[in-house]
Structure formats: structure tokens, C-alpha cells
């Protein structure tokens, strides 16, 4: 079969898509696009990105292409890489088959940190921020505990079911329940501590940034969008930290 | 000074972890912990010296969005790997926690009263942000006058 041939909204467009659905700015992967298209003499690309969708056209009266983006996750490793691949591009005049393969290699590229790294970290957070946060010692290791099990919960949840925010509420209240069981085992000096600390993890900080960042841009449809997106996991997290506190009052 | 020394570590600890949990290049682990760290020991200090917690955090987060321009033109990466990891530890968890806690007890006068609360940080959050893109925009221009 005949390879299609590589045209130059192509790869922008899969630029795009890699940074928009690694959590980039809207802004700067419009940036990133148009900086491409005119690498190969593009005099007036036209991009025009929001959280869920990418259009793109090579001129403001030809034709326009559209890419839906429906899966969204952090991975801000992906966004760097096309950052640099984007500077190479200018830099090099690469061919387009080149920038092309490179590109399709980097939407491939696996995480860096396993899973279980991963869940380390969040534990070591959640420890973390439960001293800085007014803790004593005695809070470390059960905010470790529920932490690291929290975060496992929501991204095992995150796989198997394909409804947002329902992750996030089932990590919060398995962080409620492993609290307060440790708190009632006589672990911890203070269940607000461990609680405060081990849902850190969960809560959504790149959506914030990048929100209010976005705003700044003037990008307003995305700035509003993702500060939805932050405020509905925000509660979603609250709600199942409530459920628990609903079912055994303390 | 312990206690110091405690927060220090804490903090390295807490906004490296985050990078990890991001998935931030390898690379750059390290300046997001020290970038996570200096931001949140500031903005202790300004709060164990009766500073208002609001102000605290607006001057952490421009502290924060200053050292991320910083690392983001040394290490030539984007600016959004370090703000993220330092901006973490100021976001008003605990009284978002606080706030929460009373909505499910009924009490919905302190609750509204910590909900104003959590939108004053937020705010002050988004003012060190906004200031790091001052700042960036006036080095630019300063430097395409140079030329």
C-alpha cells in the first residue's frame, strides 16, 4: 500500500493534538502550530484550539480541518518533547516525512514513571503535605497510606470507567475511609491532617494553572472550560470525602 | 529551626513528587522541587508573621511565577512544568477541606463564609500569575528594543 502523502496541516494538526491531550495551553499549542506551518512557508496559518476540539487552515480562505480531542490526561514529558521537536523543526527546515515519523513516535512514547512510581510519589505527597499543612508526625504514615491507595483507586478507576469526575469521587472516599479507619485504630494525631494531606494528590492542579493562564491569554473559551473542569473534579473529590463522613459521623 | 528544616524537606519532597505524578521530564524534578520549596517556605514565614494568609499567597505565587520564568529560560522548557509543581502547596486545600466539612454538617454559615475564602486564594493565586506574565512581557519588549 502507498504510504499518504505528509502535508504540512497534518503534522501541525498532530502537534496539536499530542500537547491538547497531554493538558497544554490552549495558547501555546496554537503557538506551536502556527510557528510549524510558517517553518514551511506558510504565510498565514490559521489555528484556532479549544479543550475539546483543533482546527486548523492554511490560510484564512482555504479550507479548514478539524481534529476532535476527546481523551485528556497530564503528561507534561509529551508537551515538553513537542516543544523541543517544534524548535528542531524551525531550526532544521526538517523534511516533512521526518518531522512526521518523529511525531507519530512521540504520540506512542509511554510514560516515563511506572505506575507503581507513581504511586509512591503520591504517597510521599501526601505524607508531605500533611506536615506542611500543620501535621505532626504521627499523621505521616496513615496520610502515606490513604494517599498512595486514593491515587491507585482513581487511576485504576480512570481506566475501567469512561465517566469523568467518578474517578476523582472514588479515590477522595477511599482516602475517607482508609483515614478514618486508620483514625480510629488509634494511628494519626488528627483525621483532618491525614485527609487534608493524602487528597492532594487527586486535586487537579494543572487544569487551575493552565485556566487561569489561558485567561490571561484571552483565550476565553478554554479558560472557562478548564476552570469548569477544575471546579466539577474539585467537588467531586469534596463529595466523596462528604459520603464518607455521611455514612459514620465522627 | 527544626521545624524549618522539616518544612524544607517536606516541601522539596511534596512538589518533586507532583512532577512525578505529571510526568514531568526527569531533568526536571529537581528545580520544581526547589521551586515548590522556596514558594512555600516564603509564603510560611509571611503567615508565621501575621501576614494575611490571601496577601501570603499572592506574594508566593509571584514569587513562584518569577523562579518558573527563570527555570523555564535556563532550561529552555516550558514555563507550565515548574509553575504547576509550585503552585501545588498553595492551593487552599485545607480550607476547601474546612469549607466542605461544614456544607455536610450544616453549617452553612461558616461554610459559605470559608467557600469566600477559597475564592480570595484562588484569586490571589491567579494575581502571582498573572504578574510572572508582566514580567515576561516587559523583558521581551525590553529586549526588542536593545536590538
Known sequence: ?250 | MLEIIIQLAASFIASAGFGVLFNAPKKSLIPCGLVGMIGWIFFYTLTNHQVDIVAATAFAAILVSILSQVCSRILKRPIIIFTVSGIIPLVPGGVAYNAMRNFVENDYNTAIQLSAQVMLLAGGIAIGLMFSQVINQIMTKLQKARQ
Open chain 1, 1 to 250: 500500500m502507498r504510504k499518504p502523502s505528509v502535508t504540512v496541516e497534518k503534522i501541525c494538526l498532530l502537534a496539536g493534538k499530542i500537547m491538547l491531550a497531554s493538558g497544554a495551553e490552549t495558547y501555546r499549542v496554537e503557538d506551536t502550530m502556527d510557528r510549524i506551518a510558517r517553518c514551511y512557508g506558510i504565510e498565514n496559518p490559521q489555528s484556532y484550539a479549544t479543550l475539546t476540539g483543533l482546527h486548523f487552515s492554511l490560510d484564512y480562505t482555504s479550507s479548514s480541518y478539524f481534529l476532535r480531542i476527546t481523551k485528556r490526561a497530564t503528561d507534561l514529558h509529551k508537551i515538553d518533547e513537542v516543544n523541543q521537536l517544534s524548535r528542531e523543526i524551525v531550526a532544521e527546515q526538517m523534511p516533512l516525512s521526518t518531522a512526521y515519523d518523529k511525531l507519530k513516535t512521540l504520540e506512542k512514547h509511554v510514560p516515563t514513571f511506572s505506575l507503581s512510581f507513581q504511586v509512591l510519589a503520591a504517597a510521599l505527597v501526601s505524607g508531605c503535605f500533611s506536615l506542611m499543612f500543620g501535621g505532626i508526625w504521627p499523621d505521616f504514615l496513615p496520610a502515606c497510606l490513604a494517599g498512595g491507595i486514593g491515587y491507585l483507586t482513581m487511576i485504576l478507576f480512570d481506566k475501567m470507567i469512561e465517566i469523568r469526575f467518578l474517578a476523582e469521587f472514588f479515590g477522595a472516599s477511599f482516602v475517607g475511609l482508609i483515614a478514618l479507619s486508620c483514625f480510629s485504630l488509634g494511628f494519626g494525631g488528627s483525621l483532618e491532617m491525614i485527609i487534608i494531606g493524602a487528597v492532594m494528590p487527586l486535586v487537579p492542579g494543572l487544569p487551575i494553572t493552565n485556566a487561569i493562564r489561558d485567561l490571561m491569554a484571552g483565550h476565553l473559551v478554554s479558560g472557562v472550560s478548564k476552570g469548569i473542569e477544575s471546579l466539577l473534579t474539585a467537588v467531586a473529590i469534596g463529595a466523596g470525602i462528604a459520603i464518607v463522613y455521611g455514612f459514620f459521623p465522627v
